[in-house]
């Protein structure tokens, strides 16, 4: 089955700089990734996701890149904020779309 | 958050007791799911639904149980809660491929 792993469990950035986040996946066969942001004691939250026919997707302070060669996503956040810190997971659907594969999650912090 | 609801959102409860948690949604969604959530693990699928009365086995099934009497309610119950399964559950519903969660419920079993 796949496997999903995050390769830092924690990160602190500086207010205002940038923060990268990464993910790795086992299945090459995957075509679909998401991005998830889980605020203390909340639910994850759909932040970005990408589709394997992309390398790069952008939304608002966010970008997502997707290396397939090396089975790696990473989500970089442009001029972080505090209200950024969260633990950002990335996830991967089964080749059904029904069941997700979650990595471990990172935990970032931002210093103001 | 796609109109999902847990209750009870705190628990705690002994060993031995059976315990049920409720997630309601009211959007009409076919697929709903149960994960945990513990630190060092990702989410982790215990049960999932695929519509009224059907049901399926996750990654981490053992000592749950759920059912699905209506669209609407999905329940998870512990029959017999047990120290390990101290955790912060969430549901889920699913929309095209995005998943959305409830706000999670924290249960402790002592």
């Known amino acids: 089955g796949e496997s999903v792993g995050l390769h830092l469990p924690t990160l602190s950035v500086q207010e205002g700089d940038n923060s990268i986040i990464n993910c790795a996946y086992s299945?090459?066969?995957?075509?679909?990734f998401i991005w998830y942001k889980q605020e203390s004691g909340k639910g994850p939250q759909f932040i970005i996701d990408?589709?394997?026919?992309?390398d790069k997707r952008q939304g608002q302070r966010v970008t997502v890149l997707l290396n397939k060669t090396v089975k790696h996503l990473s989500l970089q956040i442009a001029a972080t904020q505090p209200g950024d810190s969260a633990v950002y997971f990335c996830?991967?659907?089964?080749?059904?779309?029904?069941?997700?594969?979650f990595g471990t999650g990172t935990s970032l912090t931002v210093i103001p | 958050d796609a109109g999902i609801t847990q209750s009870p959102r705190h628990k705690v409860t002994e060993t031995g007791t059976p315990v049920t948690l409720r997630c309601h949604q009211t959007?009409?969604?076919?697929?709903m799911y149960w994960y945990r959530q513990d630190p060092g693990h990702g989410l982790r699928l215990i049960h999932y639904?695929?519509?009224?009365?059907?049901?399926d086995k996750g990654e981490v099934s053992d000592g749950y149980s759920v059912s699905r009497s209506k669209t609407e309610d999905f329940l998870l119950t512990l029959e017999s809660a047990t120290s390990s399964q101290t955790s912060v559950y969430f549901c889920?519903?699913?929309?095209?491929?995005?998943?959305?969660f409830g706000p999670g419920t924290r249960l402790t079993v002592l």
């Open positions: 889920a519903i699913s929309e095209g491929n995005e998943q959305f």
């Open positions: 299945n090459s066969a995957s075509d679909y």
């Open positions: 990408i589709r394997s026919n992309m």
């Open positions: 996830a991967v659907p089964t080749y059904t779309g029904n069941q997700f594969y």
């Open positions: 959007e009409n969604h076919r697929y």
């Open positions: 639904s695929y519509g009224v009365k059907d049901t």
